[in-house]
């Protein structure tokens, strides 16, 4: 049987997707073990896709694809700056089909185009941990579940002067998208929400849930004194009152000052009929246990990887961030795919325009493109690294200066799912 990897292009008349799209959309949905979506729901909802790239891998003479791929160009946030990104996701294999090559075939292809398409940085969240490192995706985020006692949860601080407003979920992209685009540039990590996400976030309705809509969803808005939105919490209710205290899961919730942040947070404690409030997707430094009198009140909880990074460009991708010294290192990296392998010269001396060129200069350190991936965000720390083996230092010290130099002024942080 032949082999062929296929690249679509979504179309869509009058909000339904083509039917190679809607074939590719429900190959994917079987190889993730989702719920069958009746096929006019998953016409629209494959729509979305317009404006992605769909990769199938097709066997001769049958029209679904047996290995598939989606993915896009956005833009994620880097200390001081932000870069391009093809955000890759729904590779899915045909279980009779596995563990001959179909993933690694679908990929290599993606990662390829985006490379000759000049974008720097790949990036996946992944449902297995083992997959993505031999393609050169190292681990660069965690998010961390925290769960608020809203029963025991006293403020420090009077309430601030400003304005609550809940919002009609559907107008959430043009009421909460310009705040979602200011508190993104506060952690590294942090994507731009393409339309299907905000789908997704406003009504729970996605081809992984089996297009069923999630009826208990609310959004509320905070602006300031002057009338400026700051910052927004989308919630669901997770387990209702009838039970006892009810309990509401944060879905998203975005601050651009530490005022509209306490004032959401001030807002999910008043909330009537609950006793918990739940964010399974919040970073790992999170401000709330410091705005308790009772910190106990915010118990953390498990941590969780997130992304997944791969250079595809070492100087576009290095040169798109900033950095807190002023140094010089040299990287040697060791890619057998090709894209970020080479010895690399990183001198920040001119803050503003940081070099990144390829040097015959003796390394600092050796690392491969998933260490390198990792060390991106500056959420891993190189001498961690050393110490695991996944980092040589070749001058002593190099891994202290590498840490300094990767510093970033927040920890990482992604809090979509895609
Ligand atoms: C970004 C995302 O979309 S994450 C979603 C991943 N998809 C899923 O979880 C859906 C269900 N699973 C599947 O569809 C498939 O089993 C996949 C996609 C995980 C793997 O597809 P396959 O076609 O079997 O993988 P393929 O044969 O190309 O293997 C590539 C490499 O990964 C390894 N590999 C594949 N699956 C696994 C696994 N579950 N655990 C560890 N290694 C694995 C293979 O051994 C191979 O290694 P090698 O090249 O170093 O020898």
Do not use: C, K
């Amino acid at each position: 049987m032949t082999h062929e990897v296929r690249r679509i292009v979504p179309h869509a008349a009058e909000g339904v997707a083509d039917a190679d799209t809607v074939t590719w959309a429900r190959a994917m949905l079987a190889a993730f073990l989702r719920p069958r979506v009746p096929p006019g729901d998953l016409a629209r909802a494959a729509a979305d896709y317009v404006g992605q790239r769909l990769r199938g891998v097709y066997e001769t003479g049958d029209p679904a694809p047996v290995a598939t791929l989606r993915s896009w160009d956005t833009r994620m946030s880097v200390p001081g700056g932000e870069v391009a990104v093809d955000a890759v996701t729904s590779i899915g294999v045909r279980s009779t089909h596995r563990r001959r090559g179909l993933l690694r075939a679908v990929l290599v292809d993606d990662l390829a185009d985006a490379a000759r398409a000049g974008t720097p940085v790949a990036a996946l969240t992944s449902t297995q941990g083992a997959l993505y490192e031999r393609f050169g995706f190292g681990l660069a985020s965690w998010n961390r579940a925290l769960r608020l006692d809203t029963r025991t949860a006293t403020f420090r601080a009077p309430e601030a002067t400003g304005r609550l407003r809940t919002l009609d979920v559907a107008t959430l992209p043009s009421a909460a998208g310009p705040v979602q685009d200011r508190a993104r540039r506060r952690h590294p990590g942090s994507m731009d929400r393409t339309g299907m996400s905000w789908t997704a976030l406003m009504t729970g309705e996605n081809t992984f849930s089996g297009m069923t809509a999630d009826p208990h969803r609310h959004a509320v808005l905070w602006s300031d004194a002057t009338g400026r939105p700051d910052g927004y919490v989308v919630y669901r209710v997770a387990q209702d009152w009838a039970g006892g205290a009810g309990e509401i899961a944060v879905l998203d919730l975005q601050a651009t000052t530490p005022e509209s942040y306490r004032e959401l947070w001030r807002h999910l404690v008043s909330l009537d009929l609950v006793g918990a409030v739940i964010w399974n997707d919040a970073s790992t430094d999170e401000p709330l246990p410091w705005l308790l009198t009772d910190p106990r009140a915010a118990a953390a909880g498990a941590g969780r990887e997130m992304l997944w990074l791969r250079i595809l460009d070492v100087p576009a991708a290095f040169g798109a961030r900033r950095y807190p010294v002023t140094e010089q290192l040299v990287l040697a990296v060791a890619d057998p795919a090709g894209h970020a392998a080479g010895t690399w010269l990183l001198d920040t001396t001119d803050p503003v325009e940081p070099r990144v060129v390829t040097t015959t200069a003796e390394p600092d350190v050796a690392l491969d493109a998933a260490t390198l991936g990792s060390l991106y965000l500056g959420g891993a720390d190189p001498r961690v690294l050393a110490r695991a083996g996944r980092l040589e230092e070749r001058t002593p010290g190099a891994a202290g200066r590498l840490a300094r130099l990767l510093a970033a002024p927040s920890v990482p942080w992604n809090g979509i799912r895609f």
